[in-house]
C-alpha cells in the first residue's frame, strides 16, 4: 500500500463523516485529502480521476465558503434542500452524454479503464455540486458512484481505496438519513413561545 493511498483513506474518513453530520470542517479536510488522492490517482493513471481531484479541490473551497456563509438577509445558513427527477434529468442526460466522450477521449490518452473511469469523474462532478448546495439526493448518486469507485480501484488492486469507497456507500445511506431528517425538521412550522 502507498503512503499516499492510507493518507488519502484517513482524511477522506473524516471528511465524509463531517460531511454526513453538515459540519463545515469537511470541506478543508476534503481539499487535502484530493490534493494527496490526485497525485495518487496520476500514479495509477487515472487521468480523469486526477482532474476529479482538482474539482475536488476548488469545489472545497466553494463548498466551505457556500456552508459557512450566513444570508444576510435572513440572517440563516445554506438549509438542506430536495430536488425533483424533473430538476434533476438535465444533470443525468449531461452526465450521460458526457461518459461515452470522455471515455473515448481518455482512453486515446491512455487512461486505463476509461469508461468506468469517465463514469466516476463525471457523476462524481455533479454529485459533489449537489453536496455543495446541499441537495438531499446529493447521498443517493454517491451510493451509486461509490459503489463504481470500489470496483475501479479494486480491480487496480488499490484495495484499500476500494475499501474506502465500500465504505463511502454505507456511510451516504446514513448521511441521506441524517440530512432527510434534518430536512424535515426545517419543514415544520416553528411555534411561537406565547403559544407553547
Known sequence: MSPLEITTVVLSVIYV????LEKPLCWPIGVLASVIAMLYSYELKYYQDAILQVYYILIGFYGWYI???KDKSQHTELNISTKTLKQLLPWFIGGAVAVPV?????AKLGNTYSYIDAFTTVFSFIATWLTARKVLQNWVMWVVVDAVLAYQFGIKHAYLLSGLYVFYSVISVWGYYNWQKKFAAQQEPEIPAWAE
Do not use: D, P, T
Open 17 to 20: 463523516i463531517l460531511a454526513g
Open 67 to 69: 456552508w459557512l456563509k
Open 102 to 106: 470522455l471515455g473515448y477521449l481518455f
